[in-house]
């Protein structure tokens, strides 16, 4: 157990709905990611929280969307969905900003988009 | 362009040898780079960091090297064994804005 809890594990759905994915950062870590890894492709970063703050955004669609609440568990609105959006997604953590000691990833929410 | 390259091939290796795994970079300006070890529908879990003023860093049996010349890092693993069969990404995080950029990772199949 890496301390990051994602859930749910698996989700499947159907085209044009919407999701959320949620996660609770390791103990004392500021800051959440959230990628996406689909096959054949590697970890693609969407977004950063840190302190309840966004801190960096990579490459999300508008259809998506995150927040970070005051006990700092994060959410993941995934909004419209297609099936191009199936993937596996995954929270990480850092006790800084910069990830400088790391990230923590949780075991990750498969999403099927069918 | 800017990209960070693994040799997407998987790496087959006999039990005992040393296992060594690839990471390319090109157009970006580093302020350290990690590995992280990643099992099938599981999370990357981070093994070693190493900054660009290092040459090389040591963990138990790992060893990376960063040559910020040549823009690559070599990760190193000696006396393989068959748990070390996994996928190995490198993330590079830049300097000053600390953008992280993982690579594709390679598969590495330590042979009994």
């Known amino acids: 157990d890496s301390g990051v809890t994602q859930t749910p594990k698996h989700l499947i759905t159907a085209t044009g709905q919407r999701v959320t994915l949620r996660c609770s950062p390791r103990?004392?870590?500021?800051?959440v990611y959230w990628y996406q890894q689909s096959l054949d492709q590697g970890l693609q970063f969407l977004i950063q929280y840190y302190n309840g703050e966004e801190r960096a955004k990579g490459n999300i669609l508008e259809r998506f969307s995150a927040q970070q609440f005051p006990d700092l568990h994060s959410e993941l609105n995934l909004s419209s969905l297609e099936l191009g959006d199936s993937a596996l997604y995954f929270c990480?953590?850092?006790?800084?900003?910069?990830?400088?000691?790391?990230?923590?990833f949780g075991s990750g929410t498969r999403l099927t988009v069918v | 362009s800017q990209k960070i390259e693994q040799n997407s091939e998987a790496l087959n290796i006999q039990e005992g040898k040393t296992a060594t795994l690839t990471c390319n970079y090109t157009?970006?300006?580093?302020?350290?780079l990690q590995w992280y070890r990643q099992d099938p529908g599981r999370g990357p879990v981070f093994l070693l960091l190493i900054r660009e003023n290092e040459k090389e860093k040591r963990k138990e049996r790992l060893k990376v090297t960063f040559d910020t010349t040549l823009k690559q890092s070599l990760f190193h693993i000696t006396a393989s064994q068959p748990a070390d069969s996994a996928t190995y990404l490198c993330a590079l995080v830049t300097s000053g804005t600390y953008k992280y950029i993982f690579g594709t990772g390679t598969r590495l199949k330590v042979l009994a």
């Open positions: 157009n970006y300006s580093p302020a350290y």
């Open positions: 103990s004392g870590d500021l800051s």
């Open positions: 990480a953590s850092s006790v800084d900003s910069a990830g400088y000691y790391g990230y923590t």
